[in-house]
């Protein structure tokens, strides 16, 4: 029971501490004193009376502290005074003390704030239950090239009704519908999906309910789910709204539910309708070749991807023998969602990046470790002093840490900072349409993970030099005067050790970076096959309530674009299904004429829907023929087709006049023009073999009109909203932009990735130097006796830079070849996103060598002129 | 146990004392480290066995002085016991059989 009362003692003592070292140094004093007294009583003369006593007493500051010691705080005290001292020093050392925290900061905040990105996007689970379940299905023909293709109906039919290892399986079909809402007409992107969409993912809507199944047949399906973010924006959160009509292309639809705050699926669709797969209702539907639907399903339980696989493989072969005109050559293929929505390029993308600024941190943690290294060995005489007053090896040690500990958690915190805010940043500057990075934000992981960096950063930092000025043999030389080391003591071989590293680093890094850069002016310069320069585009959704049949739907086109055409600023003007560089595709099989039943393998080409001088408006070249009239309508014939497959259908013969049957069905159509190719897919791919169709020919209510102006093609969109609304009030436009902004979106992934690298790696570059810089400078300092000495002798100036630079041009050397090692074993994990480089590309690999070495010379320059300009007599003289 | 004792001999004593109390009695064969009293007079004060006060020993100067408690009292007389303990035991294995 004495404890309680001990521990009270105790803690008395922790706020009396001050007193109580006053209170036991007098009486140590007194002790002294009469024990000095008693010695001169024995006749001992005055002074050698107080040194005996003073030698009985033995080591008088050991003794407070012994005596302190059994107070118990010891380690607390020890830990609070060492911080104190740190913080005094940190004050003292400003130069030094900005230096660590800024080097710090910025790597442990870019550290943090990459992998916030990267876990949001990549590493969090999907917000689906048991997602791992849950497979994208895609037409694949492999023969082509082609793996990911979208669904046909029918084949989507008959997946349905032959599967057995899918609880269910769904479509989607993106679409867009014009909602009119108190006068007001927005576009709104949306999807037609079955009634198994939603419990496939698992999720219900938070009000009201799914569709049924009867939904989907027409007649019935005028029902609509909103997303939570348009119901809170366009009806005010309205409780009232579930049973009510809303107006969807000027048709009455009945909501029924709607979904919940934090539903999402890949893109931000915010309505969804039923699909109706009905040939009767939608004739299109009824083709097989027309892939435009995206299939998903959630495997049964325990059934595993590699089955499921097989089991589609085996359907799609049955539907080969029974379809063989439009399905020869068409498979199915699996994908899980994670692959699916976070694609290969993308992952090894994020993992480049976060590779890279791991490396930025280890150099700047060997930058750190080096100048803790350097001011350790400036600080060895107090060292020494501190041992000789008592203090163990522990205590020098524990001091060297705490400080180290202390400046690494200030910048762990200004790290933390710099993160929360580069990730804003980095969000707003990465490519929109990168799934999920609008939910990155700081969280747990994150957090955890940066108190682990800092934590290893500190270990990597201030152990080394903790551990080597501890080292009590090399100190009695500093205390005889002069600055210790010779310069090839260990710690400064481990210094440029730690140099070397961070060149050999910032090399691998500069060589990625380069080849990046050089892909991205690569990827700008390949012929688009059109002129993007003043372009207008932008998107009208022509409903059907208002615009039924496909000679309405033409007119409506061909006026407007009359009346665009009139505007003054515009030069041209045309319109089509789609535009290339964008999202999305349509693509079918054609029959050529004159095809035997054995050559008959349907072609699969792109297909797009033009009006009238579309080509013209674009700069796409007219080869032959002609191009589409305002005369065409639902019964001409015509189609125009592109060169490259005109030049593969018909080798050695004119193209016009031939005739080409589209997808199933006995339609035969005629070519009456080639146009030149386009880059329809995306800047890296090259262009494919395309048909174009005319829009009145076809019937299509949804044209992307093109523009081309005379000025600044944004400058008209209002001119064009004003034509557009005098011909239809309830009709928006919407998707306003300019040809250059699709280009410039289309290589923003490349772009980013170049730029990001290219940042990183001009940091390591920038931190290496100061390395190099700090090394040189020092070993010169180290050699000042030396490099007196030999200009004594008669060695010149010059023979003293070159020395100099002599040692770090070896350096360099060395480094450089690590570099190149570390290099061609790890490009191969950039080599998927270069385009037009190869990753061992010598003029690259030559071009940055170069330049890292001849930065590192300039580096120590500075330091080899100031050692040149060394006068042998101070040099010899100070010591 | 041999500074309680000296403390219980001599009612309060400074260190000075306690050591020099010490050398005189066992006659210069022990002696007190002065290393090792102040820490060991710090030990029985977060024991509670001694208690201490600055008193004025002299016009210019002041001493600090210890004094037993009772429960250093207890303490000694416990010490003393198991002391005596282990003399005997000791004794008993060094005597002529």
New interface residues.
Partial sequence: MAWPVDLYRRVCFLFRSRRFERELEEEIRLHMEMQAEENRENGMDAEAAHYAAMRRFGNATLLLERSRETWGWITLETWIRDARYALRSMRQSRGFTATVLITLALGIGANTAIFTIVNAVMLRPLPYPEPDRLVRLWESNPQRGWLSFSASAPNFDDWRKLQSVFTELAAEEITTFNLTHDDDAVRVLSAGVTSSFFPILGVSPALGRNFIPEEEQAGHNHVALLSYGLWQRSFGADIGLIGRKIQLNSESYTVVGVMAPDFQFVRNTELWVPIVLDPAVRPWRADRSNHNLGVIGRLEPGVSVTQAQAQMDAIARRLEQQYPASNNGWGVRLQTFSEWIIPEDLRRALWVLFGAVGCVLLIACANLASLFLARATRRQREMMIRSALGASRMNLVRQLLTECLLLVSFGCVAGLLIARHGTDLLVACMPQDIPRLSEAALDFRALGFTLLLALLTSLAVGLAPAFQASHTDAGMAVLKGGSGNPAGGSRSRLRRLLVLMEIAVAFVLLIGAGLLARSFVRLQRVTLGFNPENVLTFQIALPDSRYRDSTRQAAFYARALERIRALPGVLAAGAATQLPLTRGNWAMGIGLEGQTASQAEALSVDARAVTPHFFGTMGIPLLRGSDFTDRDGPDSTGIIVSDDLARRAWPHEDPLGKKIRAGDGDFWRTVIGVVGDVRNISLARDSRPTIYFSAAQLGIGALTVVVRTTGNPESQVAAMRHVIASMDRSLPIYNARSMTAILAAASAQPRFNAALLSAFSLVALALATAGIYGVTSYAVAQRTHEIGIRMALGAGRSSVLRMVLRQNLTLVLVALGIGIAATSMLTRFISGMLFGVSPADPVTLGGIALLLAAVVLLASCIPAHRAARIDPVEALRCE | MLILKTLARCGAL???GI??YIQQVTEEVLRV???SL??AL??M????WVTAE?VQSHPK????VYRLTPAGRRQLASEVSEFTRVMGAIARVIQPA
Avoid: D
């Fill in positions: 400074h260190g000075y050591a020099k480290e002065e290393g102040y820490p710090q030990r004060l977060i024991k509670g600055w100067r002041r001493a600090r």
